[in-house]
């Protein structure tokens, strides 16, 4: 069984650029939930796919954007990058249970991106 | 958004001594997780709570569901060198977003 992995590892952008992260969720899972992670805190929900469409959002601007794969791999597209868009970025997944719930998310080691 | 607190901030204790810490909520939540994080990596899953009272072990980790629903705490016995890290808790509301809290920094010295 193979965990969840996202790439690259790091990235730096510039202000007002465009960033494209991925994630393969853990085989097995349909789920992918991102996070964002700020230095010294804890991760922020972003969004989450279920079945190729968002399934849940937090409170982050629409320039935020996200796509699931038929294979349950996610990407995370950020536009128009900001300063404070510095962070580490977590995917997750999960699966859905019988009563629709999404329990254990499990999360992979994350993409540490740096706006300049 | 749900507000979830966590204390100690961070704990200096000696090894093999036993560590506390919990998590409050101003909500209620379905499920409480337990995470563990070391630097520069993602969160890794130690418990899983889904009913209040309910008491679960993991190895040297023990954590309870608080019967409000809004609190959880985790217990770590017997502490070791590798038990350094950043502890979160995490609550479920019953929707699909998990809230994390601020976090415990445990430090395990020698």
């Known amino acids: 069984e193979t965990g969840v992995t996202q790439s690259p590892t790091h990235l730096i952008k510039t202000r007002g650029q465009q960033v494209t992260l991925r994630c393969s969720s853990q085989s097995g899972h349909n789920t992918v939930s991102w996070y964002q992670q700020a230095l010294g805190q804890g991760p922020q929900f972003i969004f989450q796919?279920?079945?190729?469409?968002?399934?849940g959002r937090g409170n982050f601007p629409p320039r935020f954007s996200g796509l699931q794969f038929p294979n349950y791999s996610s990407e995370l597209n950020v536009n128009a990058l900001e300063l404070d868009d510095s962070a580490l970025y977590l995917c997750a997944s999960s699966t859905a249970g019988l009563a629709g719930l999404f329990y254990e998310q499990y999360f992979g080691p994350g993409t540490r991106l740096t706006v300049t | 958004g749900q507000q979830l607190n966590q204390s100690p901030q961070s704990m200096f204790i000696q090894e093999g001594e036993d560590v506390s810490m919990n998590c409050t909520s101003s909500?209620?939540?379905?499920?409480w997780l337990w995470y563990k994080q070391d630097p520069g990596e993602g969160p890794v899953l130690l418990i899983a709570?889904?009913?209040?009272?309910e008491l679960t072990s993991n190895g040297r980790l023990t954590a309870q569901f608080g019967i409000t629903r809004k609190d959880s705490f985790l217990n770590i016995s017997a502490s070791i060198p590798s038990d350094v890290g950043i502890y979160f808790c995490?609550?479920?509301?019953?929707?699909?977003?998990?809230?994390f809290g601020t976090g415990t920094r445990l430090t395990v010295i020698p």
């Open positions: 909500s209620i939540f379905n499920t």
């Open positions: 995490a609550g479920l509301p019953g929707a699909n977003n998990l809230f």
């Open positions: 709570l889904y009913k209040a009272g």
């Open positions: 796919y279920y079945r190729e469409e968002e399934n």
